[in-house]
């Protein structure tokens, strides 16, 4: 007669066993129980493990339950460990099942040959020592990587992430004008300069035959000159270092110098045949660009102030820009070309251009230099042209380019950060700020309804001023410093001295 063996599961989940062959009767079962002689195991054969000893064990008294008669008794389970829900442990085989758990973390025992082989195996199918690349370990200590091993996976949580790859957190660039000003009858000629700011806080405007100068820090506005002629106009205006004097070109071929503290004019240079579209400062060498397409060097300090011509040009001169160094010259004229000039005359007594630029296919008017780099030059086309090239004026290379999609009208380098600033026309008469070297893109300023003629910077750095067709002049609060910084610099400005201590005549 077959016994059917029920007993729990770990989780208290009942199930039926396999029958028993050769099982004693349940009477005899209960007989040995009651009499306490040794009987077969209910799970006799199951299991070839003998029960784990535990170090608790139940109380083999006999119990009474209660409201039941003293004949009927019930006695707790005689083996140590069992239970209602695991009347028998000895199928559990927990010893078997703490020796797998114990031996998965305890570290292999392996022969230095099969290691290796195992390692051969490892570097050929991955490429590297699968051990070497582990990041956590449960047990035991780090292995430390031989001498002058790299691990590969480390870049990926250990390299710092570059500028160009990174988003920083950008500084805050307001999409508005900080203030706009009026400025009727100004020129809408492209190769006219009209707008400049001194060292001194003042802003330089020409419109048509007069020039303006405003006070950024009290909004004064005051005329320095108006052209005797009804038909002359001012070409262009630039200041000297110092911001005392400003050297206004005109379209009567004359090259004028003014004091503003006096409001008096010095002298009147007159050297070229035709306007006067640019003007540069280097010193007491103040630079003329003409129609002709010439190249003029007035020494202020002396009566005969012409003491050079540079002939590199066949037609108008609209970009002319000294380096901050002093040591080079850069014109851009409305035969595309960029020439680079010394600042010293050759062996044989004449001035040639250093290098001479032909890639551009528009007027170059835009001519900036790099104020961290001086050797860095930065040049825009015209509408024909359309692309910003900057340039290594040592070597004569184009370091990089892109194309603008519209007119380059002026560049300007900021000072506060490694970034320019380009003005341009149609069709979208906006600034743009460009990062250097990467030249993306950072920011758009839209606001004039007509094309930028000029752009120009405060003492500061922190604003640019721009001049457009739409007879407005807009200040742009786009290179502001943090508070921080900006006490640095005014601190390491003020340890600077004027080079230029000379009078002029």
Same mark, same amino acid.
């Given at each position: 007669?077959?016994?059917f063996?029920?007993?729990?599961?770990?989780?208290?989940l009942?199930?039926?066993?396999?029958?028993?062959?050769?099982?004693?009767p349940? *009477?005899w079962q209960r007989?040995?129980k009651e009499?306490?002689?040794?009987?077969p195991?209910?799970?006799a054969?199951?299991?070839?493990?003998?029960?784990?000893?535990?170090?608790?064990?139940?109380s083999?008294?006999?119990?009474?339950?209660?409201?039941?008669?003293?004949s009927?008794?019930?006695?707790?389970?005689?083996?140590a460990?069992?239970d209602?829900?695991?009347?028998?442990?000895?199928?559990m085989?927990?010893?078997?099942?703490?020796?797998l758990?114990?031996?998965?973390n305890?570290?292999a025992?392996?022969?230095?040959?099969?290691?290796?082989?195992?390692?051969a195996?490892a570097v050929?199918?991955?490429?590297?020592?699968?051990e070497?690349?582990?990041?956590?370990?449960?047990?035991?200590?780090?292995?430390?990587?031989?001498?002058?091993?790299?691990?590969?996976?480390?870049?990926?949580?250990?390299?710092?992430?570059t500028?160009?790859?990174?988003r920083?957190?950008? *500084?805050?660039?307001?999409?508005?004008?900080?203030?706009?000003?009026?400025?009727p009858?100004?020129?809408?000629?492209?190769y006219?300069?009209?707008?400049?700011?001194?060292?001194?806080?003042?802003?330089?405007v020409?419109?048509?035959?007069?020039?303006?100068l405003?006070?950024h820090?009290?909004?004064e506005?005051?005329q320095?000159?108006?052209?005797?002629?009804?038909?002359?106009?001012?070409?262009?205006?630039?200041?000297i270092?110092e911001?005392?004097?400003?050297?206004?070109?005109?379209?009567?071929a004359?090259v004028?110098?003014?004091d503003?503290?006096h409001?008096?004019?010095? *002298?009147?240079?007159?050297?070229?045949s035709?306007?006067?579209?640019?003007?540069?400062?280097?010193s007491?060498i103040?630079?003329?660009?003409?129609r002709?397409?010439h190249?003029?060097?007035?020494?202020?300090r002396v009566?005969?102030?012409?003491v050079?011509?540079?002939?590199?040009?066949?037609?108008?001169v609209?970009?002319l820009?000294?380096?901050?160094?002093?040591?080079?010259?850069?014109?851009g004229?409305?035969?595309n070309?960029?020439?680079?000039?010394?600042?010293?005359?050759?062996?044989?007594?004449?001035?040639?251009?250093?290098?001479t630029?032909t890639?551009h296919?528009?007027?170059?008017?835009?001519v900036?230099?790099?104020?961290w780099?001086?050797?860095?030059?930065?040049?825009?086309?015209?509408?024909?042209? %359309?692309?910003?090239?900057?340039?290594?004026v040592?070597?004569?290379?184009?370091l990089?380019?892109v194309?603008?999609?519209?007119?380059v009208?002026?560049?300007l380098?900021?000072t506060?950060?490694?970034e320019f600033?380009?003005?341009h026309g149609?069709?979208?008469?906006?600034?743009?700020?460009?990062?250097?070297?990467?030249?993306?893109?950072?920011?758009?300023? %839209?606001?004039?309804?007509? %094309?930028?003629?000029?752009?120009?910077m405060?003492p500061?750095?922190?604003?640019v001023?721009s001049?457009?067709a739409d007879?407005?002049l807009?200040?742009?609060?786009?290179?502001e410093?943090d508070?921080?910084?900006?006490?640095?610099?005014?601190?390491?400005?003020?340890?600077?001295s004027?080079?230029?201590?000379?009078g002029?005549?």
């Amino acid at each position: 007669m077959a016994q059917f063996v029920f007993e729990a599961d770990l989780h208290g989940l009942l199930k039926l066993d396999t029958p028993i062959p050769n099982a004693p009767p349940a *009477r005899w079962q209960r007989k040995a129980k009651e009499s306490g002689a040794p009987g077969p195991s209910p799970a006799a054969g199951l299991s070839p493990m003998k029960p784990v000893n535990r170090s608790h064990s139940f109380s083999k008294t006999p119990s009474r339950t209660p409201g039941k008669s003293g004949s009927k008794i019930q006695s707790t389970p005689t083996k140590a460990g069992g239970d209602r829900y695991i009347p028998n442990r000895s199928t559990m085989q927990m010893e078997m099942a703490n020796f797998l758990l114990t031996k998965e973390n305890d570290p292999a025992e392996e022969s230095p040959t099969k290691k290796e082989q195992q390692k051969a195996w490892a570097v050929n199918l991955n490429g590297f020592d699968i051990e070497e690349a582990k990041i956590l370990r449960l047990t035991g200590k780090p292995q430390n990587a031989p001498e002058g091993y790299q691990n590969n996976l480390k870049v990926l949580y250990s390299q710092k992430v570059t500028p160009g790859s990174s988003r920083k957190n950008g *500084r805050y660039i307001p999409s508005m004008p900080d203030r706009i000003l009026d400025a009727p009858e100004i020129r809408n000629d492209y190769y006219l300069n009209l707008i400049d700011w001194s060292s001194q806080n003042f802003l330089a405007v020409a419109l048509d035959n007069s020039v303006y100068l405003w006070n950024h820090a009290s909004g004064e506005i005051i005329q320095l000159l108006q052209m005797e002629h009804p038909d002359d106009y001012v070409s262009s205006v630039s200041w000297i270092k110092e911001g005392n004097y400003l050297a206004v070109g005109t379209s009567n071929a004359e090259v004028q110098l003014w004091d503003i503290q006096h409001q008096k004019r010095l *002298r009147n240079m007159t050297s070229h045949s035709s306007r006067v579209g640019s003007l540069s400062w280097n010193s007491y060498i103040l630079s003329s660009g003409a129609r002709t397409g010439h190249i003029h060097h007035h020494d202020v300090r002396v009566a005969e102030h012409h003491v050079a011509t540079l002939a590199g040009h066949t037609q108008e001169v609209c970009g002319l820009k000294w380096s901050l160094d002093g040591r080079y010259l850069a014109s851009g004229g409305n035969d595309n070309l960029v020439n680079i000039w010394p600042c010293t005359q050759g062996d044989s007594g004449h001035f040639a251009p250093l290098q001479t630029f032909t890639q551009h296919q528009g007027a170059v008017k835009a001519v900036a230099w790099c104020p961290w780099q001086s050797n860095v030059l930065a040049t825009g086309g015209g509408t024909s042209d %359309r692309h910003i090239r900057i340039w290594n004026v040592c070597s004569g290379t184009c370091l990089s380019i892109v194309d603008a999609h519209s007119q380059v009208c002026s560049i300007l380098w900021s000072t506060n950060y490694k970034e320019f600033i380009s003005g341009h026309g149609f069709a979208q008469n906006q600034l743009v700020i460009w990062k250097y070297p990467t030249m993306a893109k950072v920011t758009e300023l %839209r606001g004039h309804t007509a %094309r930028v003629l000029n752009l120009t910077m405060s003492p500061d750095g922190a604003t640019v001023a721009s001049a457009a067709a739409d007879e407005t002049l807009r200040l742009w609060r786009c290179f502001e410093l943090d508070p921080i910084k900006k006490k640095e610099k005014e601190k390491a400005n003020s340890a600077k001295s004027s080079i230029i201590h000379q009078g002029i005549r």
